[in-house]
């Protein structure tokens, strides 16, 4: 159920060795949780996101010549480039360092290759933003190795915009944040209007964080997420033709959906009925968490699962069942959908004392139900990107 541990720092440190003769700088830079708030970023909401103790290494050092060197360990796999001839691999992998060169050139010019060796402990596909963490890992890098004094705020904004660009996927601004402002034990209230954040302390000893991976990733994840992206920006611009001043659907009421919205495309009206309700949940579970009310924060994480599942429509029947699996169990204070959709996991907030009798029940009831197997990380909260420790 939960696979052995690789100790990344070492097996990365000793395969440079190997592979450049070099001894290297060893970055980690972590994958995220996102306790509430799902698919508001590029809504200009608030996200509630955490680093996370899985992670990418990854090991660097300088060429003497132009040349890129990389090797991933996980995929035993190799590339080779310029630093000054930059363009898509034809494999998945590389173009997250290259996207991340590519975005860096733009500022400020590379006149030196390097070599990266990297791995790591997050699931790729399971929707915990491994790609985000190797462009964050690669940004961190490529600024301590050549001293190129970017702020922490301009390596996350470069991670962002390799994956949109260079990669091509929309991704809003959640998962690069999340992996370099990660702090341990605390989660990160950001607001993606204005970047402006703040940490929120999340220690609860007797409440532990289960990921459930139903191991699924649906062909349609890519594609529906851009379509959910000009969904929201369609409703703003119906409401934008009666009230100008609305920029995104922070600024959207529901009346304003009632009025501008719902009668004239029904689709558009659902999806952005969806954002503005969680826009309002994870201000309402914020004041929750500040209380302490970690009961009533649950009973809000369901309503998003219900949100996503029935206005948004992101999720999938592995996730339904999942979180179907824990609705009524009272050891389960909440649980959803996380992330994207269309497959990855469900996070789940449990009694301390229940874990290891959940994690039981629960694969055995999917994998009775679906044939297949699910995997279970108990994840904590960890701080953001940085050399390794
Ligand atoms: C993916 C994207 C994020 C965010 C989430 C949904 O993880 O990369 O930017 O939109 O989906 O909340």
New binding site residues.
Partial sequence: MTEPMTNYPESIRSKFEELFGQEALIIRSPGRI?LI??????NLGF?LPAAINRAIWLGIQKRDDHGIRLHSLDYDDDYQGRVDDLSPSGKLWPDYILGVIQQIQKKIALNHGFNIVFGGDIPPGA?L?SS?ALECATAFALNELFELGLERMDLVKIG?AA?NEFVG?K?????QFASVFGRKEHLIRLDCRNLSYVYVPFLAEEIKILLFDTRVKHSLADSA?NERREECEKGVQLIQKYLPEIKSLRDASQEMLESYVKNVDKTVYIRCTYVVSEIKRLLNGCEDLEKGDLISFGKRMFETHAGLKDLYEVSCDELDLLVNLVKDNPDVIGARM????FGGCTINLVKAEAVDDLMKKVSDAYLSKTGTGMLVYEVEIEGGTGYSS
Avoid at 171 to 175: A, V, W, Y
Avoid at 338 to 341: D, L, P, T
């Fill in positions: 996102n708030g799902e698919h508001l970023d590029y996200v929707g933003s985000a962002q994956e996927v991704c809003g601004i959640m998962d997420y996380m992330g994207g959709g």
